[in-house]
């Protein structure tokens, strides 16, 4: 069995990319996903009942399945840096000057928890598409 090497802080790269890489993919589906459905369903105002263009539905899919993996990839950085980050006693609240090792143990607490929230908003992103169609009514 191996142990998981500690180090005092992590690279802010890495950090960031644990914290963001999640929300922004689970956004960047929900924009570009609307739009295209949007567009392709009601244009001018006007529904119809089918897509305008035949490539659609496999480009939501398509568009679906990358930003899962972009998700998942971000939430696997956030955890592996939780694993990587020292274990801290955190100190008194008396305007002590927090170190390094603590802003590095507090983003990637609040990394792993945004990363597993927004991965679980694309898993059911990408169920609500498999189940409903993006040109009928809820």
Not at 5 to 10: A, L, N
Not at 14 to 40: C, D, H, K, R, S
């Amino acid at each position: 069995m191996t142990t998981v090497p500690r180090d005092s802080h992590i690279s802010m790269r890495y950090v960031l990319i644990g914290l963001l890489a999640a929300p922004f993919a689970w956004l960047l589906q929900m924009m570009l996903a609307e739009t295209l459905a949007a567009q392709a369903c009601y244009p001018h105002d006007h529904p119809l009942g089918a897509p305008l263009v035949s490539w659609m539905r496999p480009a939501i899919v398509a568009l679906g399945t990358v930003c899962l993996v972009a998700g998942a990839f971000g939430t696997w950085v956030a955890w592996r840096n939780l694993r990587r980050v020292a274990p801290l006693k955190l100190g008194g609240l008396n305007g002590e000057r927090r170190t390094r090792a603590e802003l590095d143990w507090f983003l990637t607490h609040v990394a792993v928890m945004t990363s597993m929230l927004f991965l679980f908003a694309l898993i059911a992103t990408d169920v609500a598409v498999a189940i409903v169609s993006p040109c009928r009514w809820w």
